[in-house]
């Protein structure tokens, strides 16, 4: 074995090492919910080379690494091992389980870097307080219509668009909507809006009520809509102009009015 390979070997033994310590007896990591945010875990897998996610590590022995082949997830994890004069021909994928978050480190140096400066506690952190700013936020609620524009405009570019709730939560307030204190509230009001519609004959429902899809009727609401606005800014403008009117009228009459009692007081001094 070259010095490289050496090399190579013991960084990858160090590594695991490392992320051993960290890791769980549990079946399921909890990757949503209250018991995700107490994460602190690590778990091994050891890559082939073609690529394909081969070998989960349990345990270091004397000659080699303890675990499970996993063939890529196809058919039921094999016990086995994995002798350390093999380790060359693998490459290391370790997955950390911190604080509710995922964090994929490929390669040794990817790792020890963020491991070196903890920079899962570090993205964490931030992405808490970018949340906590998020969550004082007043979200404003989409109405029908603007609604209605943004199905047409997705429709437009997918002819097979189809929209859910969540999937419109999304895309208005993007993923963060998720850990809202309101979140609740804001899918109940997009889901009694999506019903109001499909009601209404401007969309329908596909997948059992799952998701849904723009109907031709929603153009014709749109027009009909922008007729209404138009005319109803085209009486305002007409109110304004009148109002505008009026008031030339009475600042011209108070005008003549005050010129009329001038030129009377003068007269009457004279």
Known sequence: ????????????????????????????????GAESRTND???????????????????????????????????????????????????????????GFEFQSRGIWSFLWQW?????????TRERRIQAKFNKQLLTRMDRIKVLEYLISETVKDRGFRTSPTRLLSAFYTNRWVNRPDKDELMTYYTLLLGALQESGDIEAFDNGSNYGLKSKALNTI????????RHNENRSIQVAIVGLTVILLI???????AAVWEAFFKAAS
């Open 1 to 32: 074995m070259g010095v490289g390979a050496y090399l190579r070997r013991w960084l990858m033994l160090r590594v695991i090492a490392i992320a051993l310590k960290k890791r769980t007896s549990k079946t399921l990591i909890p990757l949503t």
């Open 223 to 230: 027009a009909a809509y922008g007729m209404e606005e138009r």
């Open 116 to 124: 070196a400066i903890n920079y899962p506690y570090i993205a964490t």
């Open 41 to 99: 875990i690590y778990v091994v897998y050891l890559i082939d080379g073609e690529g394909k996610v081969d070998f989960v590590v349990d345990a270091m022995t004397s000659t080699g690494l303890n675990g499970k082949f996993i063939n890529n997830g196809v058919g039921e994890p094999v016990q086995g091992t994995v002798l350390y004069a093999d380790l060359p021909s693998y490459e290391i994928d370790v997955r950390h389980y911190y604080r």
């Open 252 to 258: 011209v009459g108070a005008a003549q009015a005050v």
